[in-house]
């Protein structure tokens, strides 16, 4: 059984960091992608990066652009999320997802309402980040 577990949110001030962490267990796909989504009270959930195991490539959508960066440790079999200059905007629970196919990224699956759930099948229960103004 495949599972996601995300971790590392929290409270933290404009300006400031958090690292995400999405471990996954029962996972043994060799072509896969691991989708960063987050969704903000009283919006719809939103795909904001993702990590392409073909080819090792990231994706950003511009929002984070810059100030995120997604990141496999493969001894760990996580996938994590650096937040840097944090904004009040940002704050959302964040979730992350598993897709068995890597063109979830280069598609652009990760970022279309249209198609992220088609894509991707595993999902976290995800973690609750807030930014302060």
């Known amino acids: 059984e495949v599972q996601l577990v995300e971790s590392g949110g929290g409270l933290v001030q404009a300006g400031g960091s958090l690292r995400l962490s999405c471990a996954a267990s029962?996972?043994?796909?060799?072509?896969?992608?691991i989708g960063w989504f987050r969704q903000a009270p009283g919006k719809e959930r939103e795909g904001i990066s993702c990590f392409s195991s073909s080819d090792s490539s990231t994706y950003y959508v511009d929002s984070v652009k810059g100030r995120f960066t997604i990141s496999s440790d493969n001894a760990k079999n996580t996938v994590e999320l650096q937040m840097n200059s944090l904004k009040p905007e940002d704050t959302a629970v964040y979730y992350c997802?598993?897709?068995?196919?890597?063109?979830?990224?280069?598609?652009?699956?990760?970022?279309?309402?249209?198609?992220?759930?088609?894509?991707?099948?595993?999902w976290g229960q995800g973690t609750q980040v807030t930014v302060s103004s």
């Open positions: 997802a598993a897709s068995v196919d890597s063109r979830a990224c280069s598609t652009g699956a990760y970022y279309s309402r249209t198609y992220f759930y088609t894509w991707f099948h595993y």
């Open positions: 029962g996972f043994t796909f060799d072509d896969y992608a």
